[in-house]
């Protein structure tokens, strides 16, 4: 069992920057890839960002490649996502998840999920 707890979402205007951070719970917090997601409104669930258990391996969805960042730190079970540059089409609920199955840009594998932190980006 993970439980992942985001933080540092909040109101940006337009070309400003967040780090979000996502601390997770147990001692094996390496195991697992993590992952960025974000969901506006009524729209489904998107790809962000994903990083491997070792952090050696990125992956980021085209919309955010140049401006968004992932890393982590297993030494303090946390993963983060800097984000720089913000649009206002950023503005969403970011959720951290994480994944036994490898990294990737689908949720299917994602088996645990924080409860999101909500980031505002004004025009």
């Known amino acids: 069992q993970v439980q992942l707890v985001e933080s540092g979402g909040g109101l940006v205007q337009a070309g400003g920057s967040l780090r979000l951070s996502c601390a997770a719970s147990g001692r094996t917090f390496s195991r697992y890839a993590m992952g960025w997601f974000r969901q506006a409104r009524a729209n489904e669930r998107e790809f962000v960002a994903a990083?491997?258990?070792?952090?050696?391996?990125?992956y980021y969805a085209d919309s955010v490649k140049g401006r968004f960042t992932i890393s982590r730190d297993n030494a303090k079970n946390t993963v983060y996502l800097q984000m720089n540059s913000l649009k206002p089409e950023d503005t969403a609920v970011y959720y951290c998840?994480?994944?036994?199955?490898?990294?990737?840009?689908?949720?299917?594998?994602?088996?645990?999920w924080g409860r999101g932190t909500q980031v505002t980006v004004s025009s």
């Open positions: 990083i491997s258990g070792s952090g050696i391996t990125t």
């Open positions: 998840a994480a994944s036994e199955s490898g990294i990737g840009a689908s949720p299917r594998p994602y088996r645990y």
